[in-house]
């Protein structure tokens, strides 16, 4: 069965894959840089509620699969993310300036991690035999 997140007033599950990338997509994250870089972004993220389920970080490149809130947007979560570690990695690691305190690229690219179809239809089909079921039994 399927795991559902919920607030007070929804049930939720939505999942993003989102890719981003260093500044002038410089090979800067290896090493001790790497390992520290990973830890700010899966702390940061923690302090919004955000959970990392997978990520990956390459020389020149970020992979994360995040499950976000239905009450935050992709946008604000990952403007978050990267500002804030950026101001992170250059306090911390005392990395080189490019300009300001810039260490990400301006652009993200993110898609949707979302049921299979199948699934949906189904839940479809058995949402309407619940809602006859209580009708007929006097729960409208």
């Known amino acids: ?5 919920s607030l007070s007033h ?14 002038y997509r410089k090979k800067q ?3 001790q840089m790497r390992k ?4 700010i972004l899966w702390d940061l993220s923690r302090q919004i509620g955000v959970d990392v389920l997978e990520g990956h970080l390459m020389a020149d490149h970020v992979h994360v699969c995040l499950r976000v809130a239905s ?3 992709i ?6 993310l990267k500002g804030k570690s950026a101001v992170r990695i ?7 300036r490019m300009t300001g305190l810039h260490f990400w690229s301006r652009g993200y690219c ?10 949906i239809r189904r839940y479809i089909r058995e949402q309407e035999d619940r809602d006859n079921n209580q009708q007929r039994l006097g729960f409208e």
């Open 1 to 5: 069965m399927h795991e559902w997140n």
């Open 10 to 23: 929804i049930r939720w599950d939505c999942k993003y894959h989102v890719v981003f990338v260093p500044k």
């Open 29 to 31: 994250l290896y090493g």
């Open 36 to 39: 520290r870089v990973r830890a």
């Open 71 to 73: 009450k935050h947007s």
């Open 75 to 80: 946008a604000h979560v990952i403007g978050f």
């Open 90 to 96: 250059h306090r911390e690691l005392g990395h080189q």
């Open 110 to 119: 993110v898609s949707t991690v979302g049921l299979d179809e199948e699934t």
